[in-house]
């Protein structure tokens, strides 16, 4: 079984560009995650689908960040425009269940340096 | 707000040696898990604990939770070079507009030198 895809591995931009990342979740899988983790620290939610609706984007700065789930299935998280203190590695994970709490399965990562 | 305190954060071990990381949290949860993440790749899922005096083992690690302590251990039996990482433990909330979502700490990074 394939898991979480990520896309690109790796982006370097200069600040005020947009900036994009794409997430193939784990087939079937109907809740999706998008997280930020800066060096040395654990993962913070920034948004969580179920299936195409975003239940909670609480922690996303809806200023400069916006995100979709078409279809339910690949998701794409957009910064724009990218600020020096965006330099992070941004997460996508996957959960075979819907109401939270389960077991996520974690894709490589988009490490976003702004320069 | 749940917060998860996780220590130590850095853990320098000798090969063989025994050692315990400890990972509180300051709202009641029902379900934890540990994940371990190598330098540069995501993070994979180690354990799950769902509830009062679960304990789980897989090789030389061992995991339990204390729900009425809010307090989970990650022991390290042995340790060997190969279990050189980083481990998080992550605590689902279980209210509010963000019940189901998990909360990590700031992860422990643990070297095992020979």
């Known amino acids: 079984e394939a898991g979480v895809v990520q896309s690109p591995r790796y982006k370097i931009i200069e600040k005020k560009q947009p900036v994009a990342f794409w997430c193939n979740p784990i087939?079937?899988?109907?809740?999706l995650y998008w997280y930020l983790q800066n060096l040395g620290q654990g993962p913070e939610l920034l948004i969580r689908?179920?299936?195409?609706?975003?239940?909670?984007d609480s922690q996303l700065p809806k200023d400069r960040f916006s995100a979709e789930r078409l279809k339910g299935v690949d998701s794409t998280l957009k910064i724009q425009p990218a600020e020096l203190g965006d330099s992070a590695v941004y997460l996508c994970?996957?959960?075979?269940?819907?109401?939270?709490?389960?077991?996520?399965?974690f894709g490589p990562g988009t490490r976003l340096t702004v320069l | 707000e749940l917060k998860v305190e996780q220590n130590p954060l850095f853990l320098s071990m000798q090969e063989g040696k025994n050692y315990t990381i400890y990972c509180n949290y300051s709202?009641?949860?029902?379900?934890l898990y540990w994940y371990r993440q190598d330098p540069g790749k995501s993070l994979e899922s180690l354990f799950v604990?769902?509830?009062?005096?679960a304990v789980k083992q897989e090789g030389r690690l061992m995991a339990s939770l204390d729900t009425k302590a809010r307090l989970s251990t990650l022991h390290i039996t042995a340790a060997v070079h190969d279990l050189s990482a980083t481990y998080f433990c992550?605590?689902?909330?279980?209210?509010?507009?963000?019940?189901?979502?998990?909360?990590f700490g700031k992860g422990t990074k643990l070297s095992v030198k020979p």
């Open positions: 604990l769902l509830s009062n005096g």
């Open positions: 992550a605590v689902v909330q279980n209210y509010g507009g963000s019940q189901g979502n998990l909360i």
């Open positions: 709202t009641t949860s029902d379900r």
């Open positions: 994970a996957s959960s075979p269940r819907l109401a939270g709490g389960n077991e996520q399965f």
């Open positions: 689908y179920e299936n195409e609706e975003a239940v909670d």
């Open positions: 087939s079937g899988h109907n809740t």
